[in-house]
Structure formats: structure tokens, C-alpha cells
């Protein structure tokens, strides 16, 4: 009989690794499906909560933030887009173009987590794909529209959320508890509340640490 494992995804919209991350967690739950039944949560993170309304370019963004050339930038999407490719995630070819503010996406979230496991998955699924895929603005209302009408959730409850500030209250507590818990980059994925795994790990890492917690090999 599987086991039952919690699985909390904290990460960022505007994270790539955290597509990376997902794409490979979700691939080793299939390996792993004959011992492992998780309960799949995402978390709310944001990377760049003072991102002003019209946002940022990315490349402008990335120098001042790292100091890192557009050289340099060009080489680190090029190793993301190939770890990407190899977990089933086609990223943009010219990168996501600006760098946008996510605290609405997470609001759309956590509504969306309210209705289920699947359509939270199915929601952030179609916002990593419309921001790093398509290289769209997930700070505009359409485009989150869209992705909530891509995930089969209701649009015009969606419409309401983003008109007010439903659940930023919510959001903004739980980013605390993750902070305050010691994540301080994403994705981190934390299994039973109590083991995390850092970074856009390959599915093999995701796999040995379900099935050592599955098995009882990992303390509780």
C-alpha cells in the first residue's frame, strides 16, 4: 500500500529552476506512484516583492541584482533551457523578457488551492508555461485569466479576486512562515514538514528521497 507523504513546493512564478524543479518532482512521483501517494502543495514565494507595476528587463534585472554579463546570462539560460529539456519544460528561446511582479498569480493560487490539489497543480503548471514558455506577462490580468481558464477554474471568480485583494492577506503569512522556517531560495521542497530538498534537483534525487521516506529510511 503506498505510503502517504506531504509535499510543500515552495517556489516563485518568476523562478526558471523552479520549472525545472516541478517538471522533475512530477516525474519521479510517476516513478514513484507504486509506493509513494503525496499530497501536493505549492507555497508562495516571491523573489522580487517590491517589483513596480511596469516590472523590469530581464537582462538589466539580472546585472544589477548579480552583477552577471549578458554573456553570462545567455550561458545560464542555455544550461537552464537544456535541464528543461531534458525534464519535458521547452523554455522560450529568447528567456522570459521582463521580470514581473507575481503577488497576484500567488493570490490566484491559493484560491486555486482551495479547490484541490489538481487544479493548483493544473494553475501553476499553466503559469510556468505562460511566463517561461511564452514569455508572457503573468502580472497582467488576461494573461492570469487565461491560465486560470487553461487550468479549468472558474474566470469569473478569478476576475473578482484580482479586482480586490482577496487572500493577500493569506499569501503574505504564509511567505512569512516559509521565510521564518529558513527558506530563503527556491524551489525548496519540503516532504512531511520536516526534509527539504533545494534547487532544480534532476528526478533521480526526487525519487531516492520519496522512496527512502517511503520506505522509513528517512527520520520523521
Not at 539580472?62 to 537544456?82: M, N
Request: hydrophobic residues 45%; proline residues 5%.
Amino acid at each position: 500500500m503506498p505510503t502517504s507523504i506531504e509535499i510543500d513546493f515552495v517556489s516563485d512564478i518568476a523562478c526558471p529552476w523552479c520549472a525545472v524543479g516541478l517538471a522533475a518532482l512530477q516525474q519521479a512521483l510517476v516513478r514513484c506512484q507504486d509506493v509513494v501517494q503525496p499530497t501536493l502543495r505549492f507555497q508562495p514565494f516571491e523573489l522580487n516583492p517590491g517589483m513596480p507595476p511596469e516590472g523590469e528587463d530581464i537582462g538589466e534585472h539580472l546585472t544589477r541584482k548579480y552583477g552577471s554579463s549578458l554573456a553570462q546570462q545567455a550561458q545560464i539560460r542555455a544550461a537552464i533551457a537544456e535541464r528543461g529539456a531534458a525534464v519535458g519544460f521547452a523554455f522560450h528561446p529568447d528567456g522570459r523578457g521582463r521580470i514581473v511582479n507575481t503577488f497576484n498569480a500567488h493570490r490566484l493560487l491559493h484560491w486555486a488551492g482551495q479547490q484541490g490539489q489538481a487544479p493548483q497543480l493544473a494553475l501553476k503548471r499553466a503559469l510556468l508555461q505562460a511566463y517561461h514558455g511564452h514569455a508572457e506577462r503573468v502580472d497582467h490580468d488576461a494573461v492570469l485569466l487565461a491560465c486560470v481558464r487553461q487550468a479549468g477554474l472558474d474566470e469569473a471568480l478569478a476576475a473578482q479576486i484580482l479586482a480586490g485583494d482577496e487572500f493577500a492577506a493569506e499569501v503574505r503569512q504564509a511567505e512569512r512562515q516559509w521565510q521564518d522556517a529558513g527558506i530563503q531560495s527556491v524551489p525548496a521542497v519540503i516532504l512531511n514538514r520536516r526534509h527539504l530538498i533545494s534547487g532544480g534537483q534532476p528526478p533521480e534525487v526526487f525519487e531516492q528521497a520519496l522512496r527512502q521516506l517511503a520506505a522509513g529510511g528517512l527520520s520523521d
